[in-house]
């Protein structure tokens, strides 16, 4: 399975971009990075994916280098509320299996 | 629709209780999953539905019970549970798009907050 490394935790001014790091060096060439969050006593919640190109939505951007093996979650203008745990998932297992790593804790300060 | 419901949000069983968490969507997803989240700790694997068939266990112990009575609804059926059973249980659901190498996008519910006594 291809594992990820993420700091344990992070502080972002409000206001802020907020850019979350993860490596996946051992990743294989069909497998996307996915990221959740998790809220405080909710569950997780998807934010995005990507396989190769950065992508965008509402809530974040992914960027991912040209040779896979990290990628960077963006908030472009964090809030208190995106303090939360952010997951980045790269798993083999298999296409159902979601492997959380620790995540990092990100906390957005006034 | 892209919710997922569960019920109840809290449980609080002695050791000798049976009891279900039940989990619903209407999202039309095939696939289900029970996952286990103790405090401090990222969720946890236990159980995937497929087409109301179990495809994965995670090497959960008997005492706890799956059921996928039809395509929209998970239960968990415990019993005879242990102090350290007590976590935060989340179920979650994805379309089953069937396609390899490709992670499913997974929606999941708030969660049931068991207390094993």
């Known amino acids: 399975d291809a594992k990820t490394t993420q700091p344990p935790s992070m502080d972002c001014a409000e206001g802020r971009a907020a850019n979350l790091p993860c490596n996946h060096s051992?990743?294989?060439?069909?497998?996307?990075v996915y990221w959740y969050r998790q809220i405080h006593s909710q569950g997780p919640q998807y934010i995005i994916h990507?396989?190769?190109n950065n992508e965008t939505n509402e809530m974040a951007s992914l960027i991912i280098t040209e040779d896979r093996k990290s990628s960077t979650l963006i908030l472009p203008h964090a809030t208190l509320r995106d303090t939360a745990v952010y997951y980045c998932?790269?798993?083999?297992?298999?296409?159902?299996?979601?492997?959380f790593g620790i995540g990092t804790k990100l906390q957005v300060i006034p | 629709d892209t919710e997922v419901t569960q019920t109840p949000k809290h449980l609080v069983m002695g050791m000798t209780n049976k009891k279900s968490l039940k989990c619903e969507q209407h999202?039309?997803?095939?696939?289900m999953y029970w996952y286990k989240q103790k405090a401090k700790k990222p969720p946890e694997l236990m159980f995937v539905?497929?087409?109301?068939?179990?495809?994965i266990n995670e090497s959960v112990p008997s005492r706890f019970s799956p059921e996928c009575p039809n395509s929209s609804l998970l239960n968990l059926h415990l019993h005879a549970l242990q102090p350290e059973d007590s976590a935060l249980y989340l179920c979650?659901?994805?379309?089953?798009?069937?396609?390899?190498?490709?992670?499913?996008?997974?929606?999941f519910g708030p969660g049931t907050r068991l207390l094993v006594l």
């Open positions: 051992t990743i294989s060439g069909n497998e996307y």
């Open positions: 999202m039309g997803h095939r696939a």
């Open positions: 539905y497929s087409y109301e068939k179990l495809s």
């Open positions: 979650a659901s994805s379309q089953q798009s069937r396609s390899r190498g490709r992670k499913e996008t997974q929606y």
């Open positions: 998932i790269v798993d083999s297992g298999g296409y159902q299996k979601v492997t």
């Open positions: 990507g396989l190769k």
